[in-house]
């Protein structure tokens, strides 16, 4: 249950991102990803109000995203229920997951390592450098582990 609020958490960001990338965003999106490695946002406050400015000037945007992403997620789990649960695809989705969203452990929160997901957050509120590189270094492992070492890391122990 907690892989298909993540996946739809995901397509919800993706589909947010791409909507604001169409207008004078770049700029944005550089101060928020400075932001995420520390540069500008030093405590979870200041995101907290970074985001409620975003959401305030962007409301459109947020929930033409939520109108799309509720079709898209729905037509994604139903029409690839089987291969969701299959280590390559959760591998591959937990590779986009570290990348996008890793900072915040949302790839930790989706293979059901939930003490792993709390302790990205509570790295992001004490020192986000780390969480970024932390989240980057998850991907770059997922990148080149085979499904078996995948799904022995999936449940908790290692081969």
Known sequence: MLNKIILVLAVFVVILVALS???LV????????????????RNVD??????VAY???????????VMLTVP????ILSSHRESLGRPTTQRRIAIVLAVFLGWLGAHRFFLGQIGWGIGFLLMCWIFMPLAVVLGLIDAIRYLFMDDET?????QGHRP
Do not use: M, R
Not at 72 to 75: D, R
């Open 150 to 154: 995948f799904a022995a890391t999936q």
């Open 46 to 51: 200041e995101l907290y109000a970074l985001t």
């Open 72 to 75: 898209i997620s729905l037509w």
């Open 21 to 23: 990338f169409g207008e």
């Open 26 to 41: 770049f700029g944005q999106v550089f101060v928020w990803i400075s932001s995420l490695t520390g540069v500008l946002v």
């Open 55 to 65: 959401l305030q000037f962007h409301s459109g945007k947020v929930l033409l995203a």
